[in-house]
């Protein structure tokens, strides 16, 4: 019979945490985000996806959009102000710090992507350079 002391020691690999990213969804952009999410009526379950794309006359855009599909080798889920956010592991090198926003002006309406990061934007603001 084999006692626990004579038992081998088992090397455990320690969990490595998935770390918040460092992106703040407004109140505004997050009540914006639940509603779009109840008025497209869907039964599935949606994410917010947020990532950096290759475009635009300054070299990187910002993307959101709603996902039902998760990749678990290439994407990450949070949640950030309730919200199921979910972004890949290449756009998390672009992130940090980013401001998501939504704007219901006279002038303006629409989300927008507040990256301090960014080293320069082109004329109509739309993509980024870092």
Partial sequence: ???V?????V????????TMPDVTITPKA????????????VNEKLFLR??????????????LDLDPAV????????DI????????????????????DFHDDLNKRGFSI??????GTCGCGSSFSM
Avoid: W
């Fill in 81 to 100: 102000e309730g919200i199921p956010v979910v972004i890949d592991k290449r756009s998390m090198l672009y992130l940090g710090g980013v401001l998501v």
């Fill in 114 to 119: 507040s990256n301090p990061h960014a080293k």
């Fill in 71 to 78: 990749n678990d080798k290439l994407d990450d889920t949070f």
């Fill in 11 to 18: 090397a455990t690999k320690p969990e490595v945490a998935k």
């Fill in 30 to 41: 997050s009540q914006e985000v639940r509603r779009i999410m109840a008025d497209q009526g």
């Fill in 1 to 3: 019979m084999t006692t």
């Fill in 5 to 9: 002391a004579e038992l081998p020691e």
């Fill in 50 to 63: 947020l990532r950096v794309v290759g475009g635009g006359c300054s070299g990187f855009q910002h993307k």
